[in-house]
């Protein structure tokens, strides 16, 4: 589970236009975003490591979806360093011009691994969208083994909590 922060980014510019007003917009095409990762690493030699890594998550009111291939040096018996790259899919704004989301490119990164349980990390996303290279780099950390399935238990706790106070207040149930 790992949290990360767009902090380069393409911007998606487009305009609105209400009877005789024309509003110019402009969003980001990378976004904070909220991931989940999951996938088998295998030992190559005593400090290598390869493998594969699908992740899933939240970004731009959508979503991001990836498959990389994952090398993993250990610089020591408890810290390793990651480099993978992969296919991408990715939801970046939409607009009138084009009311889906969804774009496909290519994703790479860099993991800094402590003891397989936390990591600090940074990606650089390029996907293809009206016939536009758009991208953006992100930096963020994220947890791993029992870390990761605490903070997604509670995570759905209080997404379950939020609903049912929704209900609670409309009436319908």
Not at 17 to 23: G, L, P, R, S
Request: aromatic share 8%; proline share 3%.
């Amino acid at each position: 589970m790992a949290g990360e922060y767009a902090f380069a980014t393409t911007k998606t510019n487009y305009t609105l236009t209400f009877a005789n007003d024309v509003e110019a917009r402009s969003k980001a095409d990378e976004s904070a975003q909220l991931l989940w990762r999951i996938g088998p690493m295998f030992n190559t030699a005593p400090s290598r490591a390869i493998g594969v890594t699908l992740s899933a998550g939240v970004v731009n009111e959508g979503g991001r979806e990836a498959i990389e291939l994952r090398r993993r040096r250990w610089i020591n018996a408890e810290q390793s360093v990651d480099f993978s790259a992969g296919a991408l899919r990715m939801d970046i704004p939409k607009s009138p011009e084009r009311p889906t989301g969804a774009a496909y490119g290519l994703t790479t990164g860099i993991y800094l691994v402590g003891g397989d349980l936390l990591h600090v990390d940074g990606h650089a996303d390029f996907v293809v969208a009206t016939n536009r290279i758009r991208g953006g780099g992100t930096v963020g950390g994220g947890v791993g083994g029992y870390g990761a399935v605490g903070g997604t238990v509670l995570l759905v706790a209080l997404a379950a909590v939020a609903i049912a106070i929704v209900i609670a207040h409309a009436g319908d149930f």
